[in-house]
């Protein structure tokens, strides 16, 4: 426990990026929490409990959507308060945009935006999780970002150029 509690927060925002309604994350994170005490004899060392712990709600992850099925559902609670400063529907569109976006990307740059950026995880137990080097989860994460930024940057021009020929259609 006393490694697992200073981990407890992020292993949630990890979760619950993935998984967004309350109850099926908190499901993820019991049974990740279940297993990894059962597992805890095998860790090799304490450093390496974070890429064993993320590894295991990983695995968790993977098998509840094999059980279920689908990609992930969205609650709006969640997301309202992810975006505590804009009106819910705004919130909820936000949200939707951000999936939308970031399904857009190779499922390793998604998983790598989403360890770092809001689980919080290091460079280093990224790559211990994934089991990949140090510097390509460097390199991930940099072209994961230029790409999400591209994205956006061309739903802008997308929106603008629907926006223009909306107003020569109002003209005529």
């Not at 697992?4 to 925002?13: F, I, N, S, V």
């Not at 712990?53 to 997301?79: C, D, M, P, W």
């Not at 997308?158 to 107003?167: C, G, P, S, V």
Request: with cysteine.
């Amino acid at each position: 426990m006393q490694l697992y509690t200073p981990e407890h927060g992020r292993l949630c925002r990890y979760v619950q990026s993935f998984v967004w309604d309350k109850e099926e994350a908190k499901d993820i994170i019991s049974e990740t929490t279940l297993h990894a005490f059962e597992q805890f004899a095998h860790l090799k060392s304490q450093e390496k409990f974070v890429p064993f712990l993320f590894g295991i709600a990983r695995n968790q992850f993977l098998k509840y959507l094999r059980k279920k099925q689908l990609t992930g559902s969205l609650e709006e609670n969640h997301v309202v308060s992810r975006f505590s400063e804009q009106n819910a529907d705004t919130a909820i569109t936000l949200k939707f945009e951000l999936m939308r976006l970031l399904e857009k990307l190779n499922p390793l740059q998604k998983e790598l935006l989403v360890l770092f950026e809001i689980s919080g995880l290091s460079y280093q137990e990224m790559a211990q999780l994934l089991d990949i080097k140090e510097a390509k989860v460097k390199d991930q994460l940099h072209e994961a970002r230029k790409r999400l930024k591209e994205l956006v940057q061309a739903d802008k021009n997308q929106l603008a150029y629907i926006h223009n020929r909306k107003d020569l259609a109002y003209e005529k």
